[in-house]
């Protein structure tokens, strides 16, 4: 399965896409489509859609070719007899999650998801390629307390997940003492329909229910250290204030923090841009050349002008500048549905494959 440098998968995988109708499964699909790893083998969502051609059922809402030309695909149960696939990626929401993917992992699949159902469980991994990726090694512990032959692998919440990719350079270089994030979070974080629009158009929303609690303690566990059969989570505090705004794609993060040493902007600029992750020496399909991008320009990163760059799987870093109650700020930006879901999910799929984890499933 892997080779030196770059990692190879001889024959495609078969995999299934449960949610596949919502703002997440349809990136899913685009991504999946035509993926050189991957191959779907099921589409499946709920008992409204069962038995529909995925063109009737999903309300198609990308870019390019319509249903990434997977159209005339008949719609499963979200169940393992409809979907029998070794590779699951789950784009359900929390309650369905809860039930089901244990489900798939009792009956072998290797579940990658997005939901938040069992993102802090001690026994799952709770990954981003670039940042943990030794944490997937909780499978082995998960599979051996669970008896399970599949497994549990989820991605962070879209907020966290930005957060933590420009935070794990400056973590592994410096040292973080404290974090603080003011999160401006477009209107796809919320699936579809979402807000309605005339709570959100001209509009900023100071909440999101239980948003903060995750990005506070999933950063901690990203950026934690695995000790034996647990991660031990970072020990540096990470205050969360989230907001709604009237974006489409693309969460912004205003972020202050006291790293260790204080050291100067430019410090901090080289690091980010110097930094490549695991994804990136395996070159994975889905990894971008650069994790972290650095914009110079006073006004940059956007999220109309930099959130799809690169397929949306980048972070975006621009505004380092001093802070006089931190040390340092700047401004962070990342496409919440792709480097904060589905691409998200996807990778760490690949890493699971380079790692010689899908031929164990
Ligand atoms: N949007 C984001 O930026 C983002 C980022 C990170 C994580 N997430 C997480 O990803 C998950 C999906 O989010 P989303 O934004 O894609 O939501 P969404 O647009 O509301 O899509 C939900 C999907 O779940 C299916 N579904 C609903 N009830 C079901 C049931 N009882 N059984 C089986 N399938 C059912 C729906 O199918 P039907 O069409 O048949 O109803 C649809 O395919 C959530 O857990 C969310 O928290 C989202």
Not at 162 to 174: H, I, K, M, N, Q
Not at 200 to 209: E, M
Not at 268 to 289: D, K, N, W, Y
């Amino acid at each position: 399965m892997t080779g030196g440098g770059a990692a190879k998968v001889e024959r495609r995988i078969p995999v299934a896409i449960l949610g596949a109708t919502g703002v997440v499964g349809q990136r899913f699909a685009r991504r999946l489509a035509r993926h050189p790893w991957f191959e779907v083998g099921a589409l499946a969502a709920s008992e409204r859609s069962v038995g529909k051609r995925y063109a009737e059922a999903c309300d198609w809402r990308l870019p390019g070719e319509p249903w990434a030309g997977l159209g005339e695909m008949r719609l499963g149960r979200t169940d393992p007899a409809d979907c029998p696939q070794p590779v699951v990626f789950s784009a359900l929401d929390r309650a369905v999650a809860e039930e089901v993917e244990p489900r798939f992992a009792a009956a072998g699949a290797l579940v990658f998801s997005n939901a938040s159902a069992f993102r802090m469980e001690e026994d799952v991994p709770l990954l981003v390629p670039e940042v943990n990726p030794d944490h997937l090694d909780l499978l082995a512990v998960q599979r051996r307390r669970r008896s399970w032959p599949g497994g549990i692998v989820t991605n962070p919440n879209c907020t966290a997940a930005v957060a933590v990719g420009a935070l794990a350079p400056l973590e592994r270089a410096f040292g973080i003492e404290a974090v603080f994030l003011a999160s401006m979070q477009a209107a796809s974080g919320a699936g579809h329909p979402g807000v309605p629009s005339l709570d959100l158009l001209g509009n900023v929303i100071p909440f999101i229910r239980d948003e903060e609690e995750k990005v506070e303690t999933e950063a901690q566990k990203l950026l934690g250290r695995l000790a034996g059969e647990r991660i031990e989570p970072a020990p540096f505090a990470v205050s969360a204030a989230c907001h709604r705004v009237p974006v489409l794609d693309g969460h912004t993060e205003a972020i202050a923090l006291r790293l260790r040493g204080d050291p100067t902007p430019e410090a901090v600029a080289r690091v980010l841009a110097e930094f490549r992750g695991e994804p990136q020496r395996l070159a994975l399909p889905s990894a971008p050349e650069r994790p972290v991008i650095v914009h110079f320009a006073p006004d940059r990163p956007q999220p109309r002008l930099d959130a799809e760059a690169e397929g949306g799987m980048p972070v975006h870093v621009g505004r380092i500048r001093v802070c006089p109650i931190f040390g340092i700020k700047l401004v962070a930006l990342g496409h919440n549905v792709e480097r904060g879901a589905a691409g998200a999910s996807v990778l760490n799929a690949e890493l699971a494959a380079a790692r010689g984890w899908l031929s164990r499933a």
